[in-house]
């Protein structure tokens, strides 16, 4: 079965710094990666998804994720940290026969914290 | 275009009670996906509806229940109560189901039993 390992629950930045998140995950086939973000009090949103096309995927609000096969490493980042940055940022690899079928294992977070 | 709608916010119960929560899916939604949010075990997969129909489902007992109505409108029902259930429940609502779209949440029930 697949899993997700996000390292470190917590991470803090300067504003400005370099925001690095890491997900490592396993998968018997082809993944699907995802990075979704939730701001408090709210539900989850997409980040950015990994579907076999670009290596390097380009995500809403400066982020960017890597998918690098023989890391089975989907790592989040960002060049320049901003305080709305802080958030919950969860990894998610799919699961199951291509198509509808496919759902989300989740790894268990990152709380990033932006430091002024 | 109004986000997934779920209600209510906030909900207290005692242990052995019954609970029915709602989400109202993004307009043009089929699929209604619901996790379970807890500190220490992330985001499980309750189940998901496409359809009126379920077409998957995660490792919880029984006692969790869902259904999606004709208008694609879902709730989910937890009965017999336990204090493991307090957790934020969260409804996310898709074009397709599966992972080929993007998943919509709603902002969560947050339950709490006592």
């Known amino acids: 079965a697949q899993s997700v390992t996000q390292l470190g629950s917590h991470v803090s930045v300067s504003e400005g710094a370099l925001v690095l998140l890491r997900c490592n995950y396993s998968s018997s086939v082809p993944p699907y990666l995802f990075w979704y973000v939730q701001y408090p009090n709210q539900g989850l949103q997409l980040l950015l998804k990994?579907?076999?096309?670009a290596t390097l995927v380009k995500g809403i609000n400066g982020f960017e994720a890597e998918f690098k096969k023989s890391e089975t490493s989907f790592h989040l980042t960002k060049p320049s940290a901003h305080m709305s940055d802080a958030a919950e940022y969860f990894c998610a690899v799919s699961e199951g026969n291509a198509g509808n079928n496919r759902k989300l294992i989740w790894g268990l977070g990152t709380s990033l914290a932006v430091n002024p | 275009k109004a986000g997934v709608t779920q209600t209510p916010r906030y909900l207290i119960k005692t242990r052995g009670q019954q609970v029915t929560l709602s989400c109202s899916p993004i307009s043009g939604h089929r699929s209604v996906s619901w996790y379970q949010q807890t500190p220490g075990q992330g985001l499980q997969f309750l189940f998901e509806y496409f359809s009126e129909t379920q077409r998957n489902k995660g490792n919880f007992p029984g006692r969790f229940s869902g259904r999606q109505f004709s208008n694609s409108r879902s709730e989910m029902n937890v009965s017999t109560l336990e204090l493991g259930d307090s957790a934020l429940y969260l409804c996310a609502s898709s074009l397709r189901g599966g992972t080929n779209s993007p998943l919509h949440f709603g902002n969560g029930t947050r339950l709490t039993v006592t």
């Open positions: 990994y579907t076999s096309a």
